[in-house]
Structure formats: structure tokens, C-alpha cells
């Protein structure tokens, strides 16, 4: 079985060799790059499944490497950066990150978030029609939601929203990006539309509604699915 190819972009030696011992003993093999120039080029000559992507580079802004690789590279690019603003977190969000951990980050988290992060992309890569989640599984085809094998009714916004979701699982979505998808683009400052349907969504699809395990809140930021 071909091990997951990971490059890394990270100008702190530290940072890498730490991100190298725990990506080789779980199994990936592993591409670094110290600058933003270089890494886009190693993207583009090994074609990793994921990059792990640090703000803060020597030559060019993390968040001109992460708009220059999104012009072509279509798979899972995480964040791991020392900048925590809300600000940054969006912009790189919006921009196209996968995902957005902070520095000091623990390993077991990233792992995780990278392995939800590739599953997103392998699932569009195989055109999947069916994603299932523990006890609930979306059919994309009939636009159709089972919650332990029991059909739950849907409206047409809450399948939408859920569909987004189940889309980009793992991922943290912003307010904004939610609302543009859903609600179009002039209603992107229209924060409460989100809330409410959440909180609908939250009723129907989880245990408890009040303790979410699936649709999770990122304070300030978004939402993520898992």
C-alpha cells in the first residue's frame, strides 16, 4: 500500500524535524520545503496529498503560497501557524485552506484533522453519493438523510446546509463562505440565518442538541462537521 505523501512548509527547523518524527511513525512520507517559493515547487514536482502550511515564511506570505497553489492543487492544505488572529483564520479559510491549527498545536489533533482533511478529498475524487457519519448517512442522489437507519425529514435549506457540511467534513467553514453558498452572495453579513437553521439542524441530527457532536462551533469563526 503507497504511504500518504505530506509536504511540509514550515521555515522552523524545529517545527519540521517534530512534524517529520511524528508524520514517518504514523506511516506518511514526507516532503519539507523552508520557504514559500520552494514549496510551491515541490508541490508541484511530488503532488502530495497534503500540505501543512505555515503563515509566517522568509520569502512570500503563507497566504500568497496558499492563493499561488490553489490555482492547481485541488487536494487538502492545512494551516500551522503562530498567527491566531481571527482575521488570519478567515482570510486563509476563505482563501482555500483546509483547515487551520495554531501553534503550540498537539500532535494527536493534527493527525486527526489531517486524516479528515484527505478523507474530504478522497471522497470528491470518488464522486461518493453516499457519506455516512456514525449513526447518520446522506444520500446526495436522492437528497435523502437516515439517522439510525430512520429517514428524517429535511427542509430544502436543511438539506443544503447539511449537504455543505457533510461536503467539506472536518473542514472549518466561515460564516461568510456558509452564507454565500447558501443564502447567495448578498447575504453574507446575514449571520442570524445561519444560527437559526443550525440550531433547527442541531434538533433533528444530534443526540443532544445542546452537547453537538456532529455540527461543532468554532467561536468567532464558523462551523466544522465531523
Not at 456558509?178 to 442541531?202: A, D, H, M, P, S
Amino acid at each position: 500500500m503507497n504511504k500518504v505523501e505530506v509536504l511540509i512548509i514550515d521555515d522552523e527547523p524545529q517545527i519540521r524535524k517534530l512534524l517529520e518524527i511524528t508524520l514517518l511513525n504514523n506511516d506518511y512520507k514526507v516532503f519539507q520545503a523552508e520557504t514559500g517559493k520552494q514549496g510551491i515547487l515541490l508541490a508541484a514536482n511530488h503532488a502530495p496529498e497534503i500540505i501543512i502550511l505555515d503563515l509566517g515564511l522568509p520569502d512570500i506570505s503563507g497566504h500568497e503560497v496558499l492563493l499561488a497553489l490553489r490555482q492547481w492543487f485541488n487536494k487538502a492544505i492545512v494551516i500551522l501557524s503562530v498567527q491566531n488572529t481571527e482575521k488570519d483564520i478567515v482570510t486563509a479559510l476563505d482563501n482555500g485552506a483546509t483547515d487551520y491549527l495554531c501553534k503550540p498545536f498537539r500532535t494527536a489533533e493534527l493527525l486527526a484533522r489531517m486524516r479528515a482533511a484527505i478523507r474530504r478529498y478522497q471522497n470528491i475524487d470518488n464522486k461518493e453519493h453516499l457519506l455516512a457519519f456514525d449513526d447518520l448517512e446522506l444520500n446526495l442522489i436522492s437528497r435523502t438523510l437516515k439517522k439510525d437507519d430512520i429517514i428524517i425529514k429535511l427542509t430544502t435549506t436543511e438539506y443544503n446546509l447539511l449537504a455543505l457540511f457533510a461536503k467539506h467534513e472536518g473542514s472549518v467553514l466561515t460564516h461568510q463562505f456558509i452564507l454565500k453558498e447558501i443564502w447567495g452572495v448578498g447575504n453574507q453579513t446575514e449571520t442570524q440565518y445561519l444560527r437559526v437553521f443550525v440550531g433547527t439542524l442541531r434538533k433533528k441530527i444530534e443526540n443532544n442538541p445542546n452537547q453537538p457532536v456532529h455540527i461543532i462551533t468554532e467561536n468567532g469563526i464558523g462551523y466544522r462537521f465531523q
